[in-house]
């Protein structure tokens, strides 16, 4: 049965229940239950770190300095999820047909409140992975024209890229931005960029902090760099500007609609401590017409293909969303990791993690054993701290280090380097302590 005439065969019966259903989704925050049974808002207060690893179930065995690699859920994103699950399993049917005509442009406007944007341009996925293999597989691109990215991304990206390529007979060419990430300059990276742009380029493609050494890139210098050269150029012949800013998402306070970038995708379930199995992407108006979809999207666009409505109605970010089938508890529950966010402050949470970065930073530094990768200065770094300690391979440090205590990791690139990620669930002493372990390994 199609959803339009299952909606009308519904009728004015399931109406109240449905709006009942969608009063009951407006909780947020850690919860307590009420008269009617259902979770009730506490929100946490601004910059209260230690509420905030109290909303974690977390074990407190071990220092985590690895949480960025995949979220704990805080117990509003939990509860939210757990919430949805239950009504989805108790009646999936129904509870399904009364959410999803509206609930991913709910979601986009959470996204948008605190990414910035308009939530029109927001697709939702399920990682940073999907994001970049959504957009990169849809790009425009003639046999003549280059795709130009860096030696510091992702397998992720360099994969999706090459994939891309193959299929359309684009050119990829890859550079380097710096060979020393101790250091990196914006100057450097931004004369590097601009000597490195090429008639045929359409495409640039870099990561905001990369994952392989705690370098934040200046991606609105990088964008200037990139404004001024489309400014001679046609309009088919503009570079589009792609960031995967997974790692600075969640930490630096930043409006993405203003970084200077064209498209931003990142996945949710990382510093934003959203549901597993959640990203999303934002793009302007402009380079959405510039990437095709790949998947079918459930989405109003659904509706032009039934024949009822016109593409031009439909968000450019709803036709971009892939559908089929999710683990929609997980989706649906995203909200709550954005509100959480909002609560403690954006500003706080970039000032919080950049502290806790900088001691790190600074302990290792003062180790003869130790030689530190990620720069010192905020403006190129964010939560990702990269070293190495002499006579150990990264993974023996690692493996050392969780013996004492210390659940760290060591970077997943062919040069590997031991790595912390001291995020908003850690404290002062606790950075204390895994220095020390650190420091005795010397």
Same mark, same amino acid.
């Given at each position: 049965?199609?959803?339009? %005439?299952?909606?009308?065969?519904?009728?004015?019966?399931?109406?109240?229940?449905?709006?009942?259903?969608?009063?009951?989704?407006?909780?947020?925050?850690?919860?307590?239950?009420?008269?009617?049974?259902?979770?009730?808002?506490?929100?946490?207060?601004?910059?209260?770190? $230690?509420?905030?690893?109290?909303?974690?179930?977390?074990?407190?065995?071990?220092?985590?300095?690895?949480?960025?690699?995949?979220?704990?859920?805080? $117990?509003?994103?939990?509860?939210?999820?757990?919430?949805?699950?239950?009504?989805?399993?108790?009646?999936?049917?129904?509870?399904?047909?009364?959410?999803?005509?509206?609930?991913?442009?709910?979601?986009?406007?959470?996204?948008?409140?605190?990414?910035?944007?308009?939530?029109?341009?927001?697709?939702?996925?399920?990682?940073?992975?999907?994001?970049?293999?959504?957009?990169?597989?849809?790009?425009?691109?003639?046999?003549?024209?280059?795709?130009?990215?860096?030696?510091?991304?992702?397998?992720?990206?360099?994969?999706?890229?090459?994939?891309?390529?193959?299929?359309?007979?684009?050119?990829?060419?890859?550079?380097?931005?710096?060979?020393?990430?101790?250091?990196?300059?914006?100057?450097?990276?931004?004369?590097?960029?601009?000597?490195?742009?090429?008639? %045929?380029?359409?495409?640039?493609?870099?990561?905001?902090?990369?994952?392989?050494?705690?370098?934040?890139?200046?991606?609105?210098?990088?964008?200037?760099?990139?404004?001024?050269?489309?400014?001679?150029?046609? !309009?088919?012949?503009?570079?589009?500007?792609?960031?995967?800013?997974?790692?600075?998402?969640?930490? !630096?306070?930043?409006?993405?609609?203003?970084?200077?970038?064209?498209?931003?995708?990142?996945?949710?379930?990382?510093?934003?401590?959203?549901?597993?199995?959640?990203?999303?992407?934002?793009?302007?108006?402009?380079?959405?017409?510039?990437?095709?979809?790949?998947?079918?999207?459930?989405?109003?666009?659904?509706?032009?293909?039934?024949?009822?409505?016109? %593409?031009?109605?439909?968000?450019?970010?709803?036709?971009?969303?892939?559908?089929?089938?999710?683990?929609?508890?997980?989706?649906?529950?995203?909200?709550?990791?954005?509100?959480?966010?909002? %609560?403690?402050?954006?500003?706080?949470?970039?000032?919080?993690?950049?502290?806790?970065?900088?001691?790190?930073?600074?302990?290792?530094?003062?180790?003869?054993?130790?030689?530190?990768?990620?720069?010192?200065?905020?403006?190129?770094?964010?939560?990702?701290?990269?070293?190495?300690?002499?006579?150990?391979?990264?993974?023996?440090?690692?493996?050392?280090?969780?013996?004492?205590?210390?659940?760290?990791?060591?970077?997943?690139?062919? $040069?590997?380097?031991?790595?912390?990620?001291?995020?908003?669930?850690?404290?002062?002493?606790?950075?204390?302590?895994?220095?020390?372990?650190?420091?005795?390994?010397?």
């Amino acid at each position: 049965m199609l959803r339009r %005439q299952f909606l009308n065969r519904l009728g004015l019966g399931l109406g109240a229940s449905f709006l009942a259903t969608k009063q009951a989704l407006a909780f947020a925050s850690a919860s307590s239950k009420d008269s009617s049974g259902f979770p009730s808002s506490e929100p946490i207060s601004p910059a209260d770190w $230690k509420a905030l690893r109290d909303l974690f179930p977390l074990t407190r065995d071990y220092i985590q300095l690895a949480t960025f690699l995949l979220a704990s859920h805080p $117990k509003p994103v939990a509860d939210a999820i757990n919430y949805h699950r239950k009504a989805l399993d108790e009646n999936p049917a129904d509870y399904w047909h009364s959410q999803y005509l509206t609930i991913d442009g709910d979601i986009a406007k959470s996204a948008a409140d605190y990414m910035g944007g308009d939530p029109k341009c927001i697709a939702l996925t399920d990682s940073t992975t999907m994001g970049l293999g959504l957009v990169y597989s849809g790009l425009l691109l003639k046999p003549d024209e280059e795709i130009l990215h860096t030696t510091h991304d992702h397998y992720s990206t360099d994969m999706s890229l090459a994939h891309r390529a193959k299929r359309t007979g684009a050119k990829v060419r890859q550079i380097d931005l710096y060979e020393n990430a101790w250091e990196v300059s914006v100057d450097d990276v931004c004369t590097r960029l601009k000597s490195s742009i090429q008639p %045929q380029t359409r495409v640039f493609a870099c990561t905001w902090v990369h994952s392989s050494t705690g370098v934040k890139l200046p991606v609105s210098a990088m964008a200037d760099v990139i404004k001024d050269i489309n400014k001679s150029r046609g !309009e088919d012949e503009q570079i589009l500007f792609c960031v995967d800013g997974v790692h600075g998402f969640g930490i !630096e306070d930043q409006d993405v609609s203003k970084l200077g970038c064209d498209f931003f995708i990142a996945g949710t379930h990382k510093w934003i401590f959203g549901p597993r199995g959640t990203g999303v992407i934002w793009g302007t108006e402009q380079a959405w017409q510039r990437s095709e979809v790949v998947i079918p999207s459930f989405s109003a666009s659904y509706d032009v293909w039934l024949g009822n409505l016109s %593409q031009d109605k439909v968000p450019v970010g709803e036709h971009m969303t892939p559908g089929g089938f999710h683990s929609f508890e997980h989706r649906w529950a995203l909200p709550e990791a954005f509100k959480l966010h909002q %609560q403690l402050g954006k500003a706080n949470v970039q000032q919080r993690i950049h502290q806790l970065n900088t001691q790190t930073k600074e302990g290792l530094a003062k180790m003869s054993h130790v030689k530190l990768h990620t720069p010192m200065a905020t403006e190129i770094s964010s939560g990702l701290v990269c070293f190495e300690v002499d006579g150990m391979h990264p993974e023996e440090v690692v493996k050392t280090l969780h013996g004492k205590g210390v659940i760290m990791s060591n970077t997943p690139y062919r $040069k590997t380097y031991a790595r912390f990620a001291p995020s908003l669930i850690n404290n002062e002493q606790e950075i204390d302590k895994a220095l020390a372990e650190v420091s005795s390994l010397g």
